[in-house]
């Protein structure tokens, strides 16, 4: 098998299918010179897109001004499967777990958040084809399909719509062999074009009258008098108030490298599929689809009929590397074919035209965090772990309100209160990660069994995932 995934692999381009089409936007130019600013956004991801978006929308009179160190959406923003959900908390059963007190609520924000983002793709006419088609999680394995059942009922709690699949409802949605059963969660997330949301919000950014830089790398940041200095190669920032908004990037300020790591994950696009290849799978409801093992696959269908498949090998590096060259890694690339090719054994032959990688920033309670420095004068919100094309949003509106210094329902919440368990340090931080991605591989091998170490991990409320 290995022979065919190569193969399938053979003419494939090591880049992130999204961001490799000619409608991307020109680079804006960096940051010169001294400057001066009401709020000042580092980072032009979703994060800090929907922060400066949002600051305009409330106050068209603030000057916002976002500085970029590539350009904007080239990083996790253009290269994530397009799974913008609901969930605030990496999913509702994680949510009921770390905040049961006020999970309702979590999900009730969640959900309004969601509404609110398809409010705003149609309201400024953003085309990245968002469709709320909702996300199947399936069972490959028969031990799984209680772990389904048990979603599927907390959902129904919850007040949540969908539907659970026995083998042969759900392979009458999407054709795969390997299924046994599923949950259709019908309404709690949609599908999109990640780089196509990045841009158009970059787009409306723009017309509303923020100033953005690209290749504008914030290289330090001090406190200058009342207001706060950020310094990049070629000019300097004065702003009022700062938005942190870099995630898995290397923060400004070094309390929160105890909280965040940086995790490649790394994914597929296949050519176009013809007529009789997406008949043979069906999927004409276009859900986004995960698997549910822990080492888990993602997978979705494209407005080209192309399939995104991306997942299972979530990778750390020792001290937290990054480098353009962990973007690409071949042994993950022939896995990941190797498991399309048993997902859907009907599209023997269908070749991959695109492999890339990209890195998440995971922290222990799989959610974001937020927080304040420099006496509520900078915000930061980062720790998404895979979650962020909704739950950004979200945390662009805590960030405008702690800075803000408002008391309001986003910043009551334990949600935003609390911190997660930071990681170790290094070098027990690669160990315990290690161990961790071990004790997940053998529990997947072994009918879902944890062992001493998940277990303990589940008690603290602890984990590792991207």
Not at 112 to 123: E, K, P, Q
């Amino acid at each position: 098998m290995t022979a065919a995934a190569r193969r399938a692999l053979a003419d494939a381009v090591h880049r992130p299918y999204w961001l490799d089409r000619p409608e991307r936007p020109d680079p804006l130019p960096p940051l010169t010179g001294t400057d001066s600013a009401d709020l000042a956004v580092v980072g032009g991801g979703y994060s800090g897109l929907w922060t400066a978006l949002l600051a305009k929308q409330a106050d068209p009179g603030r000057d916002v001004v976002v500085l970029e160190a590539g350009t904007c959406g080239w990083a996790a923003s253009g290269r994530n499967g397009g799974f913008c959900a609901a969930s605030l908390t990496h999913g509702s059963a994680n949510g009921a777990a770390l905040f049961p007190d006020e999970i309702v609520t979590l999900e009730r924000l969640g959900r309004a958040n969601l509404d609110d983002i398809g409010a705003t793709v149609d309201r400024y006419g953003i085309d990245c084809d968002f469709r709320r088609t909702g996300e199947l999680t399936v069972a490959v394995e028969p031990y799984q399909l209680a772990g389904i059942a048990d979603d599927a009922a907390l959902a129904a709690r919850l007040g949540h719509p969908g539907i659970l699949l026995d083998r042969d409802a759900l392979r009458a949605e999407v054709d795969s062999p390997t299924y046994l059963g599923g949950f259709w969660d019908t309404d709690g997330v949609a599908m999109l074009d990640p780089a196509r949301l990045a841009w158009g919000l970059r787009r409306v950014c723009l017309d509303l009258g923020v100033r953005v830089h690209e290749h504008t790398r914030v290289t330090g940041l001090h406190r200058d008098r009342a207001a706060l200095c950020l310094r990049t190669p070629h000019g300097r920032l004065r702003a009022d108030r700062v938005a942190l908004a870099t995630n898995a990037f290397p923060p400004l300020l070094r309390r929160l490298r105890h909280y965040l790591v940086p995790v490649y994950d790394y994914a597929l696009m296949t050519e176009p599929l013809t007529p009789a290849q997406l008949a043979a799978v069906g999927w004409h409801n276009r859900q986004g689809i995960s698997d549910a093992a822990n080492q888990f696959h993602y997978y979705r269908r494209t407005a080209d009929d192309r399939i995104l498949f991306g997942g299972y090998d979530a990778v750390y590096h020792a001290g937290g590397r990054m480098t353009p060259a962990l973007e690409h890694r071949t042994a993950t690339f022939v896995r990941l074919a190797e498991h399309f090719r048993a997902t859907f054994p009907q599209l023997d032959g269908v070749r991959f035209s695109h492999t890339w990688g990209g890195v998440i920033d995971t922290c222990t309670r799989f959610c974001a965090f937020h927080g304040t420095a420099y006496d509520g004068r900078l915000a930061y919100s980062a720790g998404f772990t895979g979650l962020g094309v909704g739950a950004t949003r979200f945390g662009a509106r805590v960030m405008l309100d702690l800075l803000a210094g408002a008391d309001t329902e986003l910043t009551r919440l334990a949600l935003v209160r609390d911190r997660p368990v930071p990681f170790p340090p290094e070098p027990l931080r690669s160990a315990v990660i290690q161990l961790t991605r071990r004790s997940m591989a053998r529990a997947d091998a072994n009918e879902g069994r944890r062992d001493a170490w998940l277990r303990t991990l589940d008690r603290l409320g602890l984990g590792f995932d991207s």
